[in-house]
Every structure is written in structure tokens, then in C-alpha cells.
């Protein structure tokens, strides 16, 4: 697998946890431009536009032009990947647990 492939893998694009926390940013706002998104980090505009260009290729951000300002939104449809996986393994473990709980009981 290539590495721009990678990239726009979802489970790649939140496994930073610079990443992650623009996302937690933008949920929490309608949409926010690079200067703002930023001004949260401890790291320059190319290196937070870096970040925000392997979330857009993840189909997690979008980004629409206002003069000269790029302004970043959240797109979280991918994300229901995600919980479809976490969800499978929940069940999973509950199912360990209620198996276990019962051997205990048993006894």
C-alpha cells in the first residue's frame, strides 16, 4: 500500500493525536480557519495545514475558500466506520464477559 493511500485511510488519519484534537476542535465549532485552528498548537501554519490536508483526504474535513482565508469543517460520515469496527468488538468483549462471569458463577 502507497503511502498517499495510507493517508487516506480513516483509521491513519486520526491515529495522531495532533490530528485528533483538530478534529475535537472543529466539532466543536461550524468551521474555523487555518489561523485559528493554529493559534491551538505549538507548531506553524504548514505543519497544522499538513495535518489538516491528510484529514481532508480522509474524507473528514471540507474547506471552502473566503477571500484569502481557508475555512476547515468537520465531515464526520467517515467516522461511522470507525464506531461500526468499535461496535463489533464491544460486542465481542461482552460476550467474553458474560461467558466468564458465568464460569465464576459456576463454581
Known amino acids: 500500500m502507497s503511502e ?3 493517508e487516506r485511510d480513516v483509521y491513519v488519519a486520526i491515529a495522531d493525536p495532533t490530528r485528533r484534537k483538530l478534529l475535537g476542535l ?4 461550524e ?7 493554529t493559534a491551538q498548537f505549538q507548531m506553524g501554519r504548514t505543519a ?12 473528514l474535513l471540507a474547506d471552502r475558500k473566503v477571500g484569502r ?8 460520515a ?3 466506520e470507525i464506531q461500526d469496527w468499535v461496535t463489533f468488538y ?4 461482552k460476550e ?10 459456576e463454581e
Open 90 to 93: 464491544e460486542k465481542f468483549w
Open 48 to 59: 497544522v495545514s499538513k495535518h489538516l490536508a491528510i484529514l481532508k483526504e480522509a474524507g
Open 69 to 76: 482565508e481557508t475555512r476547515y469543517r468537520l465531515n464526520a
Open 78 to 80: 467517515p467516522l461511522r
Open 31 to 37: 468551521e474555523l480557519p487555518l489561523h485559528e485552528l
Open 96 to 105: 467474553k464477559v458474560l461467558i466468564l462471569k458465568n464460569l465464576l458463577e
Open 26 to 29: 472543529l466539532a466543536d465549532a
Open 4 to 6: 498517499k493511500n495510507q
